[in-house]
DNA sequence: TTTTGAGTTGTTCGA
DNA sequence: GTCGAACAACTCAAA
């Protein structure tokens, strides 16, 4: 008897490693087709920004090598998933499609349509976990509710035990022999071009599952020990920077978990950081927890009562924060970052959002928004949390009086000015801590580093004394409006 | 049902 | 320079 092709449709889960739709389908004895699908229209208003396209150019690449040196092909196709699935089943005579699950509101959409097609055709559909450390179902209040609050998920998380053990890549994988047409990858003219405004990202990283797990074990051999105090640097390496690589699950968050362990025995210096980490990866939880449980996460408030806040409309001030041209060192220096590499440190994430949220009183929606298109980690739940978390419309969010203040940020977290320096070369001259508070710097000395404020780098586009005061009165004011 | 304790990430001010 | 309080009340989660 000929046992039919399993379909591996690949999505979020671009590894071979701990991932169980694989694991499945080369359990099941039949060979294995895997596919990806790139859908441009699919996820509608959430399609993939200019970073995350150039990081799929990259991943797929890489996946494909990996699935070629096992003896497979990775077929790639462009156009309607369901309808390219239904198409590729009816192709091959495939008996069954295997998934690994995602949750964005789309995807779930997605996954359900894509059943019902399949079903309809005769052709088995599986979802597989593994995207997260617990499947959202898993976790639940005592009251059986979804969580709106860390802490209490992270304790509910811990209760169930460790996650399962990351499996290894299966051995001798058949996959089917002769692989329908493919598209090249080429084609798809994912890699910008004309101009080619990634070349930053080439040198910051390396997607693919191979880079996933060395910037993994880099990360714990050189950073875990101080990782509770030193993730809060921005001028030096201190953060596992796998948040690209986790959002298109070239690594999955159980392996990280238990790699991290495993690094942490026996060096009790790195007990804090170890715990830290974790929780971070619990964090990432929390916030598909919340996406789950409320689709409109990325558009609505959480708060129903920031539906009704007076943002305000300044073109030429988004502008100049999108730009890196505020006249806030930090700020620039962040978003000067993220434009040149796809990725901005966490800790300057939240002072560029407070200033655009809080300083400019711009709708966190542009900010999301901007972050969407430019960030290669550019994740809908993880965005959409941590917008509403900075803007405090969120689920266990920051309380309105909490405005970071742009120069004590800096200097705190920016002591030696190394960050500034480094993505603001026309402040280099500048001494700690001035170079995060250029306009008072001495005239003399102004002449002498030849900076010319409003030229050379512009002033400050609002007063943070007084937008502040702003904003204290505008976020307070909320707090009186019942809710009709 | 009611009560109780707690809740990522900050800043400023005054003692 | 350092430290604690105020900033705000509300809701969550569990006992």
Redesign the pocket.
């Known amino acids: 008897m000929t046992v039919k092709p399993i379909i591996l449709w690949l999505r979020q889960d671009l590894r071979l490693t701990d991932n169980r739709a694989l694991e499945a389908a080369a359990a099941s004895g039949g060979p294995v087709l895997p596919v990806y699908v790139l859908d441009d229209a699919v996820a509608g208003e959430w399609g993939m920004g200019g970073a995350s396209r150039w990081w799929l150019d990259k991943s797929l690449a890489d996946l494909s090598e990996q699935i070629a040196a096992r003896g497979g092909k990775l077929v790639l196709r462009r156009g309607d998933t369901r309808a390219t699935l239904l198409q590729l089943a009816a192709e091959t005579g495939a008996g069954a499609v295997y998934a690994t699950r995602a949750y964005e509101p789309w995807a779930r959409r997605l996954e359900d349509g894509v059943h019902a097609a399949l079903m309809d055709a005769g052709v088995a559909f599986r979802r597989f976990g593994g995207a997260l450390l617990r499947e959202p179902e898993e976790l639940?209040?005592?009251?059986g509710?979804?969580?709106?609050?860390?802490?209490?998920?992270?304790?509910?998380l811990v209760a169930l035990g460790e996650p399962r053990r990351p499996s290894p890549v299966p051995v001798d994988i058949a996959f089917v022999k002769k692989a329908p047409k493919s598209d090249r990858l080429a084609d798809w003219s994912l890699h910008p071009q004309k101009p080619d405004w990634s070349k930053g990202f080439s040198a910051a990283w390396r997607p693919g599952e191979a880079g996933a797990v060395e910037r993994l074990d880099t990360f714990l051999d050189t950073a875990l020990d101080e990782y509770a105090a030193d993730r809060?640097r921005p001028d030096i390496v201190g953060t596992s920077r796998l948040s690209p690589h986790l959002h298109f699950g070239e690594i999955s968050p159980a392996l990280c978990w238990h790699r991290a362990r495993a690094a942490a025995a026996g060096r009790p210096h790195a007990e804090k950081g170890l715990e830290t980490f974790l929780?971070?990866l619990v964090?990432r939880e929390?916030s598909y927890h919340l996406l789950f449980h409320w689709p409109d996460l990325p558009s609505a408030p959480f708060r129903p009562e920031f539906k009704h806040f007076a943002w305000g409309e300044d073109a030429s001030a988004l502008r100049a924060w999108q730009r890196g041209l505020t006249g806030y060192p930090i700020v620039d220096a962040g978003m000067r970052e993220l434009w040149t590499t796809g990725w901005m440190h966490?800790?300057v994430r939240?002072i560029t959002a407070?200033f655009l949220i809080k300083d400019l009183m711009i709708h966190w929606h542009e900010g999301e928004r901007w972050f969407w298109d430019t960030l290669v980690d550019a994740d809908l739940a993880s965005n959409a949390a941590?917008w509403q978390?900075?803007a405090g419309s969120g689920?266990?969010?920051?309380?309105?009086?909490?405005?970071?203040?742009?120069?004590?940020?800096g200097i705190?977290f920016d002591p030696d000015g190394a960050y500034v320096r480094r993505w603001v070369p026309e402040l280099a001259s500048l001494p700690a801590p001035l170079i995060h508070e250029p306009w008072t710097t001495p005239a003399l000395l102004l002449r002498e580093t030849g900076i010319e404020l409003g030229r050379t780098y512009p002033m400050p586009i609002v007063d943070?004394?007084a937008a502040?005061e702003r904003a204290?009165a505008a976020f307070?004011a909320l707090?009186t409006v019942k809710i009709a």
């Not at 639940?140 to 009251?143: D, E, G, L, M, W």
């Open positions: 639940r209040t005592k009251a509710e979804p969580f709106k609050v860390y802490t209490p998920m992270w304790r509910a809060n929780k971070e964090w929390f966490n800790r939240m407070s941590s978390w900075v689920a266990d969010a920051a309380p309105y009086f909490r405005i970071f203040n742009p120069i004590t940020q705190k943070h004394a502040r204290l307070a707090k």
